[in-house]
């Protein structure tokens, strides 16, 4: 069952392993509804007129969508709640070192939320058993974020994330 913490701590990291989710510095104590994702929607990334979509709903009810919008040298989203208003915005560059040597550096991405960085996603640098396996790591630094609904928007831009930019092929 999908878990969340019961207390919201200042400073509460996930990380997502791929299809694992691990929660760092919270109390898991009672089972939640679990969000669902559809999507994505769209086609490959170097696409500027088929971007893909993310629609998050829980409990059957839309709670928000997850656009990628097309830019050239940055991997980036609009994440928007269920009346389409943006909440945060995620964004990060492909000039880092973790994009061309994955096994050397992580990948970072800035959530911002009116200009201001209010959390932090990090797709965790590779080890030997990932690249076998071609699975992913991802941490993801709340920060600031209390809203249960924005936590569950920023978990859903993280995977999506991770389908656009980092899903090898099996």
Known sequence: PYL???RQQRGCRVSLHHRRIRLHGAHLLRPQPKPEAEGPHGRHQGCCFMRP????????Q????????????????????????????????????????PMCA???????????????IEKMPMDM?????????????????QDPQERKMLLASAMLLDLEYFEQKK
């Open 53 to 60: 979509s993310f629609s998050v709903s829980s409990s059957g």
């Open 129 to 145: 058993e990932e690249c076998c396996l071609k699975t992913n790591r991802f941490m993801i630094d709340f920060n600031s974020i």
């Open 106 to 120: 992580g990948v970072y991405f800035d959530v911002t939320k009116g200009g201001q960085k209010v959390a932090q």
């Open 4 to 6: 969340r913490p019961q």
């Open 62 to 101: 839309q709670i928000g969508e997850i656009d990628d919008p097309c830019r050239r040298c940055l991997m980036d989203q609009g994440v928007y709640g269920p009346n389409k208003n943006l909440i945060f915005k995620t964004a990060g560059t492909l000039c880092q070192p973790g994009i061309w040597c």
